[in-house]
């Protein structure tokens, strides 16, 4: 009797009977087979759809996942890129949180991207929507908030203030939506593109640990506010990058982090910057507990600065914990010697006081023009083989015991050489670098000490002026062919 009745009762159960974590993972299980068989961007979002008709009670944990990142965006738009036939996000997304306002807390990732023209995608109606949907949105952990590079033709400024949107009647409501979501406990990142908010838009970022301004800032010559940071912690961020369309914005980025009277670098993990003296400087000195640098290209040929390495700006902290050390540089080679390709990291001996450094890597770019009308080969020389020496000295033990990896590029790039002299350059960099410029690293790496690569490569414009180089030669032989038949 107690067999047959407990066998009654397994039939009877339902999918309802299953503990949620178990019908999580069926969840999970689908929308990973989905990714997996639909290699679109969206495809897995329409199987999780399908499963949620099975049975409601697939229903909250498929929204879970299908609103966990959300884009609000106007329609031909994707994450601040034209992209024909995008829908409008902008609008769409405000009226499924109006018919189901539980969905607004389901948002962790929210990517906003701002129209450049407000007046005509934004209506007063619609910002009104976009008001209301921002206030429901209590969980966002990480903002992007973006506004696309300029068109060709535009008349108006791409860069936008959330300043001056508060002076707009229809869109206040929209900077303000955004402000909580900035000052909400449970942000721990914010990335701006195209888009400068002020210090005192970040606050109150009581629990930001990333900060990335892709080109942007936060600066704001208006005075701030000093009673709304009384009594209040400090805000550590454990990474900041930082780039900027011009050298003038990079900086104004830097300075507005520094002036922010609750911003604290001691705890910066992270820094991802161009080489700008002023940057780096204002920037390293602050962090005390420094794991990752990478260093990327500036705009202008950077230059040797005071005849020793940025190291100089790293806190003496930070000499114990970096592990990974980044550099890109662009140099120039059109009638110029090449400088120091490794931003004059082996000028001093401050490289070989970084104790903790499991990895460098540096990527040198070389363009030039269509003469390269200097003795090229001859700039490969003893600045190219400092880094080797600086690592292994003359007694062939590698300096820095902590160091597992070192990879060195050399790309060629330009799209004004002449192929033939850009294909001799990188059959140099290829042979004759590694052979004379890096023979005890070279060596290291063969008896398994340490892991070094060298790479040297052509620029894929480059590569494709060669090919379209190639292409019309064929055609011309083929023309000549068929004429002289």
């Not at 294909?423 to 790496?445: A, G």
Request: proline content about 5%; glycine content about 4%; hydrophobic content about 40%.
């Amino acid at each position: 009797m107690v067999n047959a009745t407990h066998a009654s009762q397994c039939m009877g159960a339902t999918l309802a009977d299953l503990p949620t974590e178990l019908k999580a993972l069926v969840v999970k299980f689908r929308r990973d087979q989905a990714e997996h068989e639909d290699r679109s961007p969206n495809g897995w979002k329409q199987s999780l759809c399908d499963l949620s008709l099975v049975s409601k009670d697939f229903v909250p944990l498929c929204q879970e996942e299908l609103f966990e990142d959300v884009e609000m965006e106007a329609a031909g738009c994707k994450y601040g890129e034209d992209v024909p036939g995008a829908p409008n996000t902008l609008a769409l997304f405000p009226r499924v949180v109006k018919s189901s306002p539980h969905l607004g807390r389901l948002v962790k990732d929210l990517f906003i991207s701002l129209p450049r023209d407000f007046d005509t995608v934004i209506s007063p109606e619609l910002a009104g929507d976009i008001s209301n949907t921002l206030k429901l949105l209590t969980n966002v952990e990480h903002l992007y908030l973006n506004r696309g590079p300029p068109k060709d033709g535009d008349t108006f400024p791409h860069t936008i203030k959330l300043r001056d949107l508060r002076k707009r009647p229809h869109l206040c409501a929209i900077a303000d939506g955004l402000r909580e979501i900035m000052n909400s406990k449970k942000l721990r990142m914010i990335e701006l593109r195209w888009v400068n908010v002020s210090p005192q838009d970040m606050m109150e970022c009581k629990g930001l640990e990333i900060v990335r301004l892709l080109p942007s800032d936060c600066f704001d010559a208006s005075p701030l506010d000093t009673k709304t940071n009384e009594g209040k912690g400090p805000i550590c961020p454990n990474l900041i990058e930082i780039a900027g369309h011009r050298d003038c914005q990079s900086y104004a980025a830097v300075k507005a982090i520094e002036r922010h009277p609750r911003l604290n670098l001691s705890k910066l993990k992270t820094v991802i910057a161009p080489f700008q003296k002023r940057i780096l400087e204002d920037l390293l000195k602050g962090a005390e507990q420094l794991e990752v640098v990478v260093i990327k290209r500036s705009r202008r040929d950077p230059e040797v600065v005071d005849g020793k390495s940025f190291i100089q700006w790293l806190n003496p902290k930070s000499f114990n914990t970096l592990r990974i050390l980044k550099l890109s540089i662009k140099l120039k080679a059109n009638r110029n010697w090449i400088r120091d390709p490794y931003l004059s990291i082996t000028s001093d001996d401050l490289l070989l006081q970084l104790t903790a450094l499991v990895k460098l890597e540096i990527r040198v770019g070389i363009e030039g023009n269509a003469n390269l009308a200097f003795p090229w080969i001859s700039s490969f020389g003893s600045q190219w083989t400092a880094l080797d020496r600086a690592l292994v000295p003359s007694d062939r033990e590698i300096a820095l015991k902590s160091l597992e990896e070192v990879s060195i590029a050399v790309v060629i790039e330009g799209g004004h050489y002449d192929v033939a002299i850009a294909k001799k350059l990188l059959v140099y960099c290829r042979k004759q670098m590694l052979i004379h410029n890096f023979p005890r690293l070279k060596e290291r790496d063969a008896k398994h000490e340490i892991k070094f690569r060298f790479r040297g490569r052509c620029s894929d414009r480059l590569l494709a002026q060669a090919i379209a180089l190639l292409a019309a030669e064929e055609r011309r032989l083929r023309t000549k062919a068929l004429e002289s038949t």
